[in-house]
């Protein structure tokens, strides 16, 4: 508590309705995220499917994104709406990415701790 949260990403290089892929420690652990810019928001979650506990990037940083505007897993195509990372289509429909608290703090992102 207190302590500064280290810069995740520029909110500014990350295109509007892009994502990007920045590593941080969660309660002890180094772990890869998503990034995902919507408009002057940012939403982030772990960067583990929930199908096989894989990467969705195809490599770093380079996700998937179907023409609908869902975020694709590169591994075996779990498909995943954006506003609450949920699996809508592909091998684990119904199952959920796992939310990660960031937020935008002088044009960084920054995890937001409580
Ligand atoms: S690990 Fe993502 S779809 Fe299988």
Avoid: Y
Wanted: net charge negative; aromatic share 6%.
């Amino acid at each position: 508590m207190g302590e500064d949260s280290p810069r995740l990403a520029a909110f500014s290089q990350i295109e509007d309705g892009g994502f990007a892929e920045a590593e941080a420690m969660i309660e002890g652990d180094a772990e890869s995220l998503i990034l995902h810019r919507d408009g002057d928001s940012i939403r982030a979650w772990l960067n583990i499917c929930p199908h096989a506990g894989r990467r969705l990037d195809w490599a770093p940083g380079q996700f998937l994104k179907s023409r609908e505007g869902h975020l694709v897993c590169a591994v075996h195509g779990a498909t995943f709406e954006l506003s609450g990372g949920v699996c809508v289509a592909g091998p684990c429909r119904g199952e959920s990415l796992r939310p990660v608290a960031v937020a935008v703090r002088d044009g960084d992102v920054v995890l937001d701790s409580p």
